[in-house]
């Protein structure tokens, strides 16, 4: 894991409560957290250089920092879902759990 990615697990692993993910979550995790930093990465590099670069043939090319940007945003929106770490996802975490049907079978 790149250093990067290891702050982001950090920050995670505290806002979380206990018992949310367990080990079988560590790749997933992982992929996340680095999805984050690279996402930072793209962003970050984005303000110095131009969204929009000249070829040497003169045509005009979309920097490869906008696909990584883009891709990563998508990957953390995927993983983020499946983690828990959106609202809708949380309320499912935080949800009460669903109550069986009752039967209309008596069973006495």
């Known amino acids: 894991m790149t250093k990067a990615a290891a702050v982001v697990w950090k ?3 505290g806002s979380m409560p206990a018992g949310v993910w367990t080990a079988a979550d560590e790749n997933l995790l992982t992929a996340y957290c680095e999805a984050v930093a690279m ?3 793209a962003s ?3 303000q110095t250089q131009p969204v929009v670069m000249v070829r040497g043939t003169g045509a005009l090319a979309v920097s490869p920092w906008v696909a990584i940007q883009s891709d990563k945003a998508r990957l953390m929106a995927s993983l983020g879902a499946r983690l828990g770490l959106d609202p809708l996802a949380r309320q499912a975490i935080n949800a009460p759990p669903e109550e069986s049907p009752k039967s209309t079978f008596n069973f006495n």
């Open 39 to 41: 996402h930072a990465m």
């Open 11 to 13: 920050r995670l692993a």
């Open 44 to 46: 970050e590099a984005l």
